[in-house]
């Protein structure tokens, strides 16, 4: 609990043993409930998750959204965050990011990792895709985004029922954020974070996901989605 306000963080994985591990004792003491949606990891994933007491959803249906929605519709706290399990994201930094979402009545917190602390820490291909994906939404949404595809927010869970999340794959994570710029307005707002290197293998293909991205967002813009 922070401020009376009940926190729940949700962490999709698909064979993050190391990542959770890893993670374990950065967990902030103030999360309330940690619930691990997994994709039917064939590693020591939800063993590992279920040893250190955190909730495990199976969520067989294959996608980065997917994995979100079903645990959307299972949190339990007033104040949800996320963060991808590999230990890109800083989540001992939790408890201030909800003080400052509470304190400065903001309603979502998307943090962004560039400019990159550490240039290491993400390869130059992705470093390159997050840039251009990024100055497209902010070309198409007339404002100056500056990490449109991280996988850490912060928010109050009664934000969600604003949003009509469509995406069950990689483009959730952009159409999260621009719906939450369009109905929250300067109730949205990025905070810098560090990032990262990633544990454990990447789930992803830059180059195709890099393009669906951008052609999911013009299609939002379009209002074809
Ligand atoms: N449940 C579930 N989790 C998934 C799925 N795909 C990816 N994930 C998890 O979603 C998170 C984000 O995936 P990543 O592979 O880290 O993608 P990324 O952060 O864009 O790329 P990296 O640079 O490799 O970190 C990780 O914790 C994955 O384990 C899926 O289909 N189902
Ligand atoms: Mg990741």
């Known amino acids: 609990m922070i401020l009376g306000q009940k926190v729940s963080l949700i962490l999709p994985t698909m064979n993050e ?6 993670l ?11 619930l691990i949606i997994d994709g039917d990891s064939h590693d020591r994933t939800r063993e590992i998750a279920e040893s250190f007491g955190w909730k495990v959803i199976v969520e067989k249906r294959r996608g980065y ?4 929605k ?22 001992e930094n939790l408890e201030s990011l909800i003080q400052e979402l ?13 400019p990159l602390l550490d240039s290491q820490s993400m390869d130059r291909l992705n470093q390159f895709g997050n840039r251009v994906i990024t100055a497209a939404a902010s070309v198409l949404w007339l404002h100056s985004f500056s990490d449109i595809l991280s996988g850490m927010w912060v928010f109050k869970r009664s934000v969600l029922k604003e949003f009509f999340l469509e995406s069950d794959n990689w483009n959730f994570s952009e159409e999260i954020k621009l719906q939450a710029y ?14 990262r290197s990633r544990l454990g293998e990447t789930k992803l293909m830059p180059w195709r996901v890099g ?9 939002m813009r379009l209002a074809i989605k």
């Open 17 to 22: 043993a190391d990542g959770l591990n890893y």
């Open 24 to 34: 374990r004792d950065k967990i902030s003491s103030s999360v309330d409930e940690v």
């Open 65 to 68: 959204g997917r994995a979100y």
């Open 70 to 91: 079903t645990g959307f519709e299972q949190a339990q706290g007033d104040i949800i965050a996320t963060a991808d399990a590999d230990g890109t994201y800083p989540v």
């Open 102 to 114: 509470l304190s400065s009545n903001l309603d979502f917190i998307s943090c962004s990792r560039f």
């Open 182 to 195: 369009q109905s929250l307005k300067d109730k949205f707002k990025e905070i810098p974070i560090p990032y």
């Open 211 to 219: 393009l669906e991205n951008i052609l999911y967002m013009l299609g």
